[in-house]
């Protein structure tokens, strides 16, 4: 059976946590014997290494680790998946479906609003559990929490707003009907940036419509998927309708193909890296199923002369270094004119000195924790090390963090060009470059000349500009004077290579449901 020993013990051992960067020795079998019960007032079943399959926790035949991105350390083992316990999964929640679809609307709403009672009320558990296995600090994981919780309030809403209508044909004695369905099974791929969010967003919407689902979590954070399954089956969710399956990064092609290429699955919802999306959605083509792909940004912050300067500063410190930078919608791209160029770059680098603290995400005051492994911390340090090279200066930052491991120094570069990595390639990590421009028209050249489109910032204090700008920038979602963007109320995707449909708001059940014309005649 997987376990996840580490997990379990690291609210009863907080005090040992160690120094960040610094590998903590393996669990002796005394503190092993000692997780099983947890500590006091916190909920051990939600720490789950099994896989969950119709309705049963089931092991597989070899597992793989988890590790904590801050230390170093070994978190726990969870089941390795392959291809048959991903047609298990299938099968389950096919034969699922069958029943599910047919479950009342106003049933379908209580059982998606008792799931998320019952996240509430286990928000503090669920938050630590993202940190410990993302790095994420605590204080972000539990807004990360509140967030993800509140997609299954309003899934829970908007399953009892599914309309179909009615058409009055030229014919007299014809009427057209037209009803909404649920495609089927769901196979739900998601990150390991937003470990819980990103999948009740796709499942809270999935349920909600009728259908059942299949989830793959990231190899890097199993365990929030896992809990999120033990609070699904509390809140009486049917077997088979929420599934998860983890694997390891050895195992996730061949799992990804079979959920993209298994007959029985009828829709494939992903979030992740823009290359990871052609290769799902190349799969998914030879059975054209319906697809919703939420895929890489390459973010544009521009900041014009007419901008309020203290503000665009607070939206950039907002929006670049939630998560250490490490998520789809972070601006990744400055874009400064240069009237305001050098004041926006000096009170930018004040701000992330006074306000940035690199450690550990349970220790108290963190606003930055590590990289989620040492591949993101090369790609950061390869984009700066460039930039360098090719004339940029850096400001602030620039380097590995001292407390080594997978903590990079936030860092801020001046005299950008549009040929470094850092420009063309999506960072993701804590590394802020700027460039001086002009013109209104040179800005929007710049932000569009990428192939991607999912998010775009600017700062402007002139009307006419912020309708022209808004309407021009070539992505699915823009920030006009604010650099948090993200609401379960509004519509979430991009535009270009950036993704496929759209995620929350009222748009967003729309992606599990089909239309069906029924053509009534003999009237």
Known sequence: MATCFLLRSFWAARPSLPPPGRLRPEPTGALRRSYASGPAGFHADLLR????????????????????????AKLGTVADCGVPEARAAVRAAYDAFNSWKGVSVKERSSLLRKWYDLMIQNKDDLAKIITAESGKPLKEAQGEILYSALFLEWFSEEARRIYGDIIYTSAKDKRGLVLKQPVGVAAIITPWNFPSAMITRKVGAALAAGCTVVVKPAEDTPYSALALAQLANQAGIPPGVYNVIPCSRNKAKEVGEVLCTDPLVSKISFTGSTATGKILLHHAANSVKRVSMELGGLAPFIVFDSANVDQAVAGAMASKFRNAGQTCVCSNRFLVQRGIHDSFVTKFAEAMKKSLRVGNGFEEGTTQGPLINEKAVEKVEKQVNDAVAKGATVVTGGKRHQSGGNFFEPTLLSNVTRDMLCITEETFGPLAPVIKFDKEEEAVAIANAAEVGLAGYFY?????????????????????????????????????????????SKYGIDEYLEVKYVCYGGL
């Open 460 to 504: 402007s204090q002139d009307p006419a500009q912020i309708w022209r700008v808004a309407e021009q920038l070539e992505v699915g979602m823009v920030g006009v004077n604010e650099g948090l963007i993200s609401s379960v109320e509004c519509p979430f995707g991009g535009v270009k290579q950036s993704g496929l449909g759209r995620e929350g």
């Open 49 to 72: 290494g099994d896989s969950f399959v119709g309705g049963r926790w089931l092991p597989a035949p070899a597992t793989f680790p988890v590790y904590d991105p801050a230390s170093g």
